[in-house]
């Protein structure tokens, strides 16, 4: 009951998406991207023989959806098989059913949500950029605002969010505003990464010194912490911390500089590379894949920046990235870390 619940909340939310929406969005870029018809598919780039591992070789890159205006923050609704993703400047978020393959709006009017992930039970949880909060969905419907400020001021414009293995909700809040075109205002606190305790339901800033924090994530075991550091001068890095009994962090140091490139949203595979959406021009664009010590080992080449990505499918085993105007699908011989209990 549980699971059909689920699956017809997210159905009968919003009403299929019009061709004039697609068509209104759809660049040339998109328009002339074609799958690959080779195997092994050549745009899947293996750099060391440990990717070998991670690849499906009889697999090719899809474009599942496109049309979009800056496709953000892919999240996989594992009981309703249905992935999630923001159209930021749209004001959206969008849904794509795996059993169709069609694409509809979940959420008009999403206040520019940005990133999104699930609850350890499943639920949507949204960084919205006009209200300046954090929001999760309830299995009826619902909105419910979890978190909208600290110490008395509203956030700045909340970006990326996951949820940790004890249910602590983890999100970084930067300083990119305004920009009216994703909803993003002037910023009002420093640039953070706070967490949610999901026992008091207290807001604590757990990093105030990472210029323009990003994308972020757990590794498998839960003990490390990643985040982008994507105004560090002169590059973007990812920095990497030791997890204090859930609440805190120690023992920062740089896991990535990433050169000529720009890393934005990240997640971690049950071996602990870390898949970075990247970019930026050709021959970067597409996903930067790195083993835990910090060594590229493969790349995913796409005729687009990917601003986001996610595991998902029943074996979680679909990389789902999130690119400028369309999300792409990889099927792979690996698999994304467990997202609810």
């Known amino acids: 009951m549980k699971v059909l619940l689920k699956r017809r909340l997210f159905l009968s939310s919003a009403s299929m998406v019009a061709a004039s929406y697609l068509a209104s969005g759809r660049s040339a870029l998109a328009d002339e991207w074609q799958p690959s018809l080779r195997l092994p598919d050549p745009s899947i780039k293996i750099l060391d023989p440990a990717f070998a591992s991670c690849i499906n070789t009889l697999s090719t890159v899809h474009r599942i959806a496109s049309g979009f205006e800056w496709a953000e923050g892919p999240v996989w609704m594992g009981e309703a098989n249905l992935l999630f993703f923001s159209d930021v400047r749209k004001n959206c978020i969008m849904k794509w059913d795996e059993a169709t393959s069609v694409t509809s709006v979940f959420r008009n009017a999403s ?126 890095q990812i920095w990497s911390y030791d997890v204090v009994k859930n609440t805190s962090l120690s023992n920062k140091r740089v896991f990535l500089d990433c050169g000529e490139g720009a890393a934005d949203g990240i997640r971690a595979d049950i071996n602990g590379n870390i898949w970075c959406g990247w970019g930026s021009g050709a021959g970067m664009d597409g996903v930067a894949i790195f083993n835990p010590q910090g060594t590229q080992i493969g790349h995913v080449d796409l005729p687009e920046r990917c601003a986001n990505l996610c595991f998902g499918g029943a074996q979680r085993n679909q990389l789902f990235m999130a690119a400028r105007t369309s999300v792409y699908q990889l099927t792979l011989a690996t698999q994304g870390i467990r997202q609810v209990d």
């Open 111 to 236: 206040n520019f949500a940005n990133g999104n992930t699930v609850d350890r039970q499943g639920r949507l949880l949204t960084c919205e950029n006009a209200t300046r909060r954090i929001t999760r969905t309830e299995l009826d419907g619902r909105i419910t605002v979890i978190a909208d400020g600290f110490d008395g001021k509203p956030f700045n414009s909340p970006n990326d969010i996951v949820c940790a293995s004890d249910g602590g909700v983890w999100f970084t809040d930067p300083t990119f505003g305004p920009n009216f075109a994703e909803g993003a205002l002037t910023p009002t606190q420093p640039a953070r990464v706070y967490r949610i305790d999901p026992r008091t339901k207290e807001t604590s800033v757990v990093l105030d010194d990472v210029p323009g924090p990003n994308g972020l994530c757990f590794s498998p075991n839960g003990k490390t912490f990643y985040v982008v550091a994507s105004r560090h001068a002169p590059r973007r």
